[in-house]
């Protein structure tokens, strides 16, 4: 099954990639590898904001990871013009804005985690870091990076 087909048959609908905010690109190329810059959630049109273990849930901290994830793969899509390019998702680096007693990084980031293996399958498949982090650019609760090998 291609990613698209999945994507569909995930009910999952890409947005346009986002833009830079500042002096970066969203998508830089080396070889086979791609290395996408981070990416921030966004509910209802506006930039996801929170602190987990204050006011943002875990549940939602893991839909906000969700929401980057797709966020992610737009980016890969407009970078690559073909999500079927994708050899691997190899690394993950998330940051979730939270309280200095919060430990649960892991479980929001699940979030993004579960979806590339849902979209990719084994190709999906990545390792990771979770850091608990004390503020996001804008405020957003949680900020993920990507890097991805390309066939």
């Known amino acids: 099954m291609s990613v698209y087909d999945k994507l569909k048959q995930l009910g999952i609908e890409l947005p346009t990639s986002a833009?830079?905010?500042?002096?970066?690109?969203?998508?830089?190329?080396?070889?086979?590898?791609?290395?996408?810059?981070?990416?921030?959630?966004?509910?209802?049109?506006?930039?996801?904001?929170?602190?987990l273990g204050k006011d943002v849930s875990v549940e939602d901290g893991k839909a906000a990871a969700r929401a980057v994830a797709i966020e992610l793969?737009?980016?890969?899509?407009?970078?690559?013009?073909?999500?079927?390019?994708?050899?691997?998702?190899?690394?993950?680096?998330?940051?979730?804005?939270?309280?200095?007693?919060?430990?649960?990084?892991?479980?929001?980031?699940?979030?993004?985690s579960e979806l590339f293996g849902e979209v990719f399958g084994d190709a999906g498949k990545h390792a990771r870091s979770a850091f608990g982090v004390a503020q996001i650019p804008l405020g957003a609760c949680v900020e993920i990076e990507l890097i991805a090998e390309l066939a």
Do not use: C
Not at 88 to 99: A, C, D, E, Y
């Open 73 to 112: 793969i737009a980016t890969l899509h407009a970078h690559t013009g073909d999500l079927n390019k994708v050899k691997r998702i190899v690394k993950l680096m998330s940051l979730v804005n939270s309280t200095q007693e919060f430990t649960d990084q892991h479980l929001v980031t699940n979030g993004a």
């Open 19 to 51: 833009a830079p905010a500042a002096a970066y690109v969203m998508a830089a190329q080396t070889g086979n590898t791609v290395f996408l810059s981070g990416h921030l959630p966004k509910k209802d049109g506006k930039v996801w904001t929170g602190k």
